[in-house]
């Protein structure tokens, strides 16, 4: 079969173009600089903006506009007052593997940053969530998620401490929270999660290093122990521009 505009199968139909052929100046400027992008290894620098604004013979609003998307799609980044080619996005299993399982299998060196460690009474829309008891002592897990050292995500987890008591003074916040459970014995059995898009609050944004706008992915998950019961509840917010998500489907 031909695909139009010899495009790959898989990719936009017709590459964005609407069906009356009127593109967008910008559009077909961010087109022709992500066929120079392809052409570019990760890290290296893209011409500046007059450049290119020269190169295309349009307005560096125009070029500006085009180079906005292409951040936002991650296939650029920004790197001091210039900007280089990003590399490719982290796919992440949709799978009950820690962060780290996943980052490794992509040849990446996973990494956490903590935020804060703290205790107080588990609050009733918790409990709610988790099948917890109101008012029982539960540990806020805060950390930023780091891949190669780059901050690319934000993880707070909930669990009771009466399942890891002594979470604040045996476990390395740099390392996995799953493999520290494990070491104790405790192993998962299901958990429900949910997947939106969303805008990072200005707090969040600061911590993962990114400004607001950037779309983030935010995953929310329930876990159980083999038993059925209550294990964590874990909020994550993931980069938009550097993260995928992958699963495997049976019928």
Same mark, same amino acid.
Request: charged share 30%; net charge neutral.
């Given at each position: 079969?031909?695909?139009?505009?010899?495009?790959?199968?898989?990719?936009?139909?017709?590459?964005?173009?609407?069906?009356?052929?009127?593109?967008?100046?910008?559009?077909? &400027?961010?087109?022709?600089?992500?066929?120079?992008?392809?052409?570019?290894?990760?890290?290296?620098?893209?011409?500046?903006?007059?450049?290119?604004?020269?190169?295309?013979?349009?307005?560096?609003?125009?070029?500006?506009?085009?180079? #906005?998307?292409?951040?936002?799609?991650?296939?650029?980044?920004?790197?001091?007052?210039? !900007?280089?080619?990003?590399?490719?996005?982290?796919?992440?299993?949709?799978?009950?593997?820690?962060?780290?399982?996943?980052?490794?299998?992509?040849? #990446?060196?996973?990494?956490?940053?903590?935020?804060?460690?703290?205790?107080?009474?588990?609050?009733?829309?918790?409990?709610?969530?988790?099948?917890?008891?109101?008012?029982?002592?539960?540990?806020?897990?805060?950390? &930023?998620?780091?891949?190669?050292?780059?901050?690319?995500?934000?993880?707070? !987890?909930?669990? *009771?401490?009466?399942?890891?008591?002594?979470?604040? !003074?045996?476990?390395?916040?740099?390392?996995?929270?799953?493999?520290?459970?494990?070491?104790?014995?405790? *192993?998962?059995?299901?958990?429900?999660?949910?997947?939106?898009?969303?805008?990072?609050?200005?707090?969040? *944004?600061?911590?993962?290093?990114?400004?607001? *706008?950037?779309?983030?992915?935010?995953?929310?998950?329930?876990?159980?122990?083999?038993?059925?019961?209550?294990?964590?509840? &874990?909020?994550?917010?993931?980069?938009?521009?550097?993260?995928?998500?992958?699963?495997?489907?049976?019928?």
């Amino acid at each position: 079969m031909d695909y139009p505009n010899d495009q790959a199968p898989g990719a936009p139909v017709r590459s964005g173009i609407p069906e009356h052929g009127r593109v967008p100046k910008y559009y077909a &400027v961010k087109a022709r600089i992500a066929l120079l992008v392809d052409e570019l290894s990760e890290g290296a620098p893209i011409p500046t903006e007059r450049d290119l604004s020269e190169r295309f013979e349009v307005a560096r609003e125009t070029v500006r506009q085009a180079l #906005r998307e292409l951040v936002l799609e991650g296939k650029l980044r920004r790197r001091g007052r210039g !900007t280089v080619v990003a590399g490719p996005k982290l796919a992440q299993p949709l799978s009950l593997a820690s962060y780290t399982e996943g980052v490794r299998r992509q040849g #990446r060196t996973p990494g956490r940053s903590l935020v804060t460690l703290d205790r107080f009474p588990c609050p009733d829309a918790l409990a709610a969530e988790t099948g917890l008891t109101r008012g029982e002592p539960v540990w806020h897990l805060e950390r &930023v998620l780091l891949a190669d050292d780059e901050r690319v995500g934000l993880e707070s !987890t909930y669990v *009771a401490e009466a399942r890891v008591p002594d979470l604040d !003074t045996a476990f390395d916040p740099d390392s996995s929270f799953y493999a520290y459970l494990a070491e104790r014995g405790i *192993a998962f059995g299901d958990a429900d999660e949910r997947i939106e898009t969303v805008l990072a609050t200005p707090r969040e *944004a600061l911590l993962i290093g990114t400004p607001p *706008a950037l779309p983030m992915l935010l995953i929310h998950r329930v876990s159980r122990d083999t038993e059925g019961r209550p294990l964590e509840r &874990v909020r994550t917010l993931y980069r938009g521009d550097r993260f995928s998500f992958t699963t495997h489907l049976r019928g």
